[in-house]
Structure formats: C-alpha cells, structure tokens
C-alpha cells in the first residue's frame, strides 16, 4: 500500500518536529507537492512489500509504475533478502515469530492524531524488530536515537504489548542507494522514559503550533524552508562578519568565510530558484528585478534539411559516430552482464579537486604528494 495519507504530526516528520516544534503547523500553509523522488520512493515501497510478501508466500499482485528499472529491482531483492535474513535470525531463540508488512502504527497516546506506517516489523518473544526501507540517496539515515523508528516501536507495543512479553525494540534501515545499513536496539523502559520527558511535551507543543522555531539541518525537508524568517535570519547572521583592522583578510578570516559559504550558497539558491518559479507561474513582480530571456546556444531547426543542404554544396565529412554514455550502456545491459562484459574497460578518472569540510567522508587529497610526482615525471 503506497504511502500517501501523512498525520500533522507524522512519524516521518518527527525529527524536525521535534526539533522544531512550530513547524509542523507553519508547514501547512504550504501544499504539499510530490517530488518526483518521493513518488519513485513510493513505487520503491509498493515494490519492495509486494516482493516481501510473495518471499514469504502471501497473495500480492506486482505494481507497475514508470519508475521500474534495474536498480529498483536490485535495491528491493536486497531488501527481501536483509528482511529475511533477521527473520532467520530471530527464529533461532522464537520458533513462529510474526511478521507484518507495512502495518498501520497508532501512537495517538503520546502524539495528537499520530499514526503512520512501518514497512516491515517482526515480533516476537522479548523483542520487536522494526525494519525500514530507504530508498532516498540523498540523506544518510541512521537508526540510533531515530525518532521516526522509536514512534513506530510506540504504534507496534501498543499493538503487541499484552500478547508478547517485549522487554526491547530493535531498530534497522537499510538504504541500499547508499550502500548503508544501521541497527540500534533500545529496551523498552528507555523508550518509555524518552517519550515521557521528550517526545509528549513536544508534541503537544507541535500539535498547537507553539514553542521556539529552531533551524538546523532537519530544515531541508521542511516545506515552509524558503519563507521561513528564522532560517532566513540564522543564515544572514552567518553571512555577518566582523573584519578585524588589516586591509588584507587574513588565512583565518578566509577559513571563518569558506566555513560559512557552503550553507549560505544553498540558502541563496534556494531563495533565487522560489523567486524565479513565482515569477514564471504565478506573474509574480519582484521590485528591482524583471525577466529576460537566458543566454542560449544555436542549434539547427532540421537536421535532415541540414544535411541535404550540405551535402548539396559538397560538404560529405558532416556526420560522427560516438558511443552512447556510460550510464545508459549500463542500463542497456543491466548491472550484471556490464560488469562481465565492460568491467575491466571501465575506471574512473580522479574528480577535479574540492575544497569540503574536515568532517566529510572522503579521503584528503595530499596535493604535495601529487605535485612531486608531477615533478618526477617531468625530469625522467
Ligand atoms: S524552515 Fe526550519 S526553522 Fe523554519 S519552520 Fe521549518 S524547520 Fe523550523
């Protein structure tokens, strides 16, 4: 069942809830439009249950959707196979666990009107296991202390509380975009502590549309984003700088500035790309500003009269072949039968140099290094 229907308060939207509780309210002002990531992760979704319920020999008819493709095929086998694979685990200490696929989950006792959907839970003696399926590649997700997943422990106790003597709740998301997967366990009075302290005074905050706007990283989904004032103050206080005295910036005020330009850049962007839509949509004036035709490049109107013409005046050397790109070749011949056929004719040039924050994941680049072998094979 694709998921469509979304609480005030939803699950899904906890984290930035929680964080900042006057958002879910100011959000709904704004429509919510469907991105064309989010309708591929629903036809993920509807995919990936229909998959798991013929693995485990129940009645399910495959949907189609215009997003079908290798990779999604792939992606939802894995996440069959990751599925089972804890239910096999889980069936060494609990000989008939029960296993529901995309349940509906009520946490309307700690959350106004709260409910929403896990995409596979095993329950069984002692523990629940909550499975989530990411199909996103944008945002790395990780199970501890997710908000998300531990509302949904919430829905499934309720359910399954009175019937199985649950003493902890264990947690997974497996993103194979991103070739990621997380687990975290937490026992059952902890999750209760945290929903004491936590989640129900927040929530109640968030259901009235009350509390401090907070920005932060959660702002990226947030549908009130590009006309938010507190994010639009928290970014151009970051572009406030006070200079010290020397006419020339010094390495550290350079390092203050880069630091900053990443986040200020997108905001911009962002800000640029609202303005620009409006306009074009909506007739939208903008004091200051109007709208002109961009640059482009010419291009012929018909490629056969084009050629005809030329070949008329002479002109025979006036076509050339070139291969289809790397990606659709992939996609011609699926993951596998490329990789036998093309894998040793493929490598990866190095990526043009960037400049990116300590804290990301790739290796640093020792430019020295570099240079030296430069240098090395010049002189040989
Ligand atoms: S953009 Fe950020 S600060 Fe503004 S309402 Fe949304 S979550 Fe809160």
């Known amino acids: 069942m694709p998921k469509s229907k979304h609480a005030v308060l939803s699950a899904s939207s906890s984290h930035r809830w929680l964080s900042c509780t006057p958002s879910a309210r100011l959000e709904q002002e704004f429509s919510d439009s469907c991105s064309e990531a989010a309708a591929e992760g629903t036809a993920a979704h509807a995919l990936a249950e229909h998959k798991l319920k013929r693995a485990l020999k129940r009645r399910s008819q495959k949907p189609i959707s215009p997003y079908d493709c290798d990779e999604m095929d792939e992606c939802t086998d894995g996440y069959v196979q990751f599925v089972l694979e804890t239910l096999s685990d889980v069936k060494k200490s609990c000989a008939d666990p029960l296993v529901l696929i995309e349940q509906r989950l009520d946490f309307s006792d700690f959350v106004p009107d709260g409910f929403g959907t896990g995409d596979c839970l095993i329950v069984a003696d002692h523990t629940l296991h909550i499975i989530d399926f990411k199909y996103g590649r944008g945002v790395l997700v ?23 003597d649950i003493t902890e709740v264990s947690m997974s998301i497996y993103q194979p975009r991103r070739e990621h997967y997380s687990s975290w366990s937490i026992p059952v009075p902890e999750l209760m502590t945290w929903t004491e302290t936590t989640l129900k005074p927040k929530a109640a905050l968030a259901f009235q549309g009350e509390g401090e706007f907070c920005p932060g990283a959660w702002c990226t989904f947030c549908r009130a984003a590009v006309r938010c004032r507190a994010r639009a103050e928290e970014k151009l206080a970051l572009a406030k700088y006070e200079f010290a005295p ?56 018909d490629e056969t009269a084009v050629a005809e013409a030329a070949k008329n005046a002479g002109f025979i050397d006036i076509y050339k072949t070139s291969l289809i790109t790397l990606t659709e070749m992939e996609k011609l011949m699926g993951k596998k039968e490329f990789q036998n056929i093309l894998g040793d ?31 090395e094979n010049m002189e040989d």
């Open 345 to 375: 004719l493929v490598y990866k040039p190095p990526g043009k140099p960037t400049l990116v924050p300590e804290n990301d994941k790739r290796p640093e680049l020792h430019i020295s290094d570099a240079k030296n072998d430069f240098r």
């Open 142 to 164: 990780d199970a501890e202390n997710n908000p998300q997943m531990m509302l949904y422990a919430l829905g499934a106790l309720r359910l399954f509380d009175s019937l199985y």
């Open 246 to 301: 020397p006419p020339l910036l010094t390495d550290k005020d350079i390092e203050d500035v880069l630091a900053k330009l990443g986040d200020l850049t997108k905001w911009a962007k962002e800000i640029a790309d609202y303005a620009l839509d409006a306009a074009l949509r909506q007739g939208k004036k903008w004091r200051g500003f109007k709208l002109v035709e961009g640059r482009s490049n010419r291009k012929f109107s």
